[in-house]
């Protein structure tokens, strides 16, 4: 661990004298890039500088315990080297945490995307459900959630809605929610009682700038048409609603939540984005294997995460095997119990990879 630790300061060190170069500061992407790498690496950097320091003040102890033959002296010099060693202990597990790989996308805003899966309305519905659920979630972080697009189930819910949520640590809160979720229930349609299963795919994507991925406009078919849905005097009076088609690609996005079309342009060109990144993750993930496939934060859309049945009013995680007893309080956002599991249950693995744990 020391030995990461050194190299980290050697690299804080380098990248600030990276920072201050013409060539750097004249390179905005270049300049940005440097400075978010020495916050970071500033943070482990002042950890390490204590932590090395407490091995000094512990050393001196020492040589007074070893030198010092008056005993109120040696009864302080003991006492305080008993402070210093549960300091060291409680610094090397902070430095532990600190040294754990860091998702660079974690503390970015990101795009949300829900569609009913199997189980026709009854899939919408519980899409809607889930909608809502992270609607109250976000409400409890203080984050601004955004919808961009929506199609409208038959019988309520959706049968696909997409927005945008930003505020501080978005996706790497919201990124263990991606996968398949399962729902066990009688539907309101069902005459007999019967409990069905349905299911919808949740799809949390780090929202990406240009910098980070590059989109030529060349590749690109852009569609404006009438946008449609409630009341307002834009609806179905003006071409506001903008349809993107990536060539390469066959991506479709489209967006109609502005009333104006450059601003409904730049969301879905956000999106668009977005789910490029996604398609290249994917293939990199692939190529790396089975470690990265076993991360609980994978994010794999097409895996069974969770289970939410009525009947029980129980929900399970399958990747964890949490399960809770109060169905209620998680469809009213209550799910930061298993997020926090989650993001420890990737921490212990992380660390476990990078040889941090004993």
Not at 38 to 52: G, I
Not at 173 to 185: A, D, F, P
Not at 248 to 262: F, N
Not at 319 to 324: D, P, S
């Amino acid at each position: 661990m020391l030995d990461k630790l050194q190299a980290l300061k050697e690299r804080f060190e380098e990248v600030g004298q990276l920072i201050i170069l013409p060539e750097s500061m004249s390179d905005m992407g270049k300049y940005a890039k440097l400075t978010k790498e020495y916050k970071d690496l500033e943070k482990v950097v002042e950890a390490y500088d204590e932590y090395e320091l407490i091995l000094q003040n512990i050393d001196s102890s020492k040589e007074i315990l070893e030198k010092e033959k008056d005993p109120d002296f040696r009864e302080m010099a003991k006492s305080e080297l008993d402070e210093l060693r549960e300091r060291k202990d409680s610094m090397e597990e902070h430095l532990k945490q600190l040294l754990i790989p860091k998702d660079p996308n974690d503390s970015k805003d990101c795009i949300l995307e829900i569609r009913g899966g199997t189980g026709g309305d009854e899939a919408a519905i519980f899409a809607g459900d889930l909608f809502r659920m992270y609607q109250r979630f976000c409400e409890m972080q203080g984050w601004k959630l955004t919808v961009l697009d929506l199609t409208f189930g038959s019988a309520g819910g959706y049968k696909e809605i997409i927005a945008t949520v930003s505020g501080a640590d978005v996706y790497g809160m919201l990124k263990y929610e991606s996968g398949v979720h399962r729902v066990q229930r009688v539907p309101a349609t069902e005459s007999q009682g019967r409990v069905h299963t349905s299911a919808a795919s949740v799809a949390v994507l780090p929202e990406m700038d240009e910098v980070e991925v590059h989109l030529d406009m060349n590749d690109i078919r852009k569609d404006t048409y009438c946008s449609s849905g409630p009341g307002g005097q834009s609806v179905n009076t003006t071409y506001s609603a903008v349809r993107l088609t990536h060539n390469p690609t066959g991506l479709v996005v489209t967006c109609q939540d502005e009333k104006s079309q450059i601003k409904n342009f730049e969301k879905a060109l956000k999106v668009l984005r977005s789910r490029l990144y996604e398609i290249e993750l994917a293939k990199h993930n692939e190529s790396v294997g089975a470690q990265r496939k076993s991360m609980v934060g994978s994010g794999d859309r097409s895996d069974k995460i969770r289970t939410y049945n009525y009947p029980q009013s129980r929900v399970t995680d399958h990747r964890i095997n949490k399960t809770v007893y109060n169905l209620p309080e998680v469809m009213d956002g209550n799910i930061e119990e298993f997020i926090s599991a989650l993001r420890l249950a990737e921490n212990l693995e992380k660390m476990q990879n990078s040889g941090l744990e004993e």
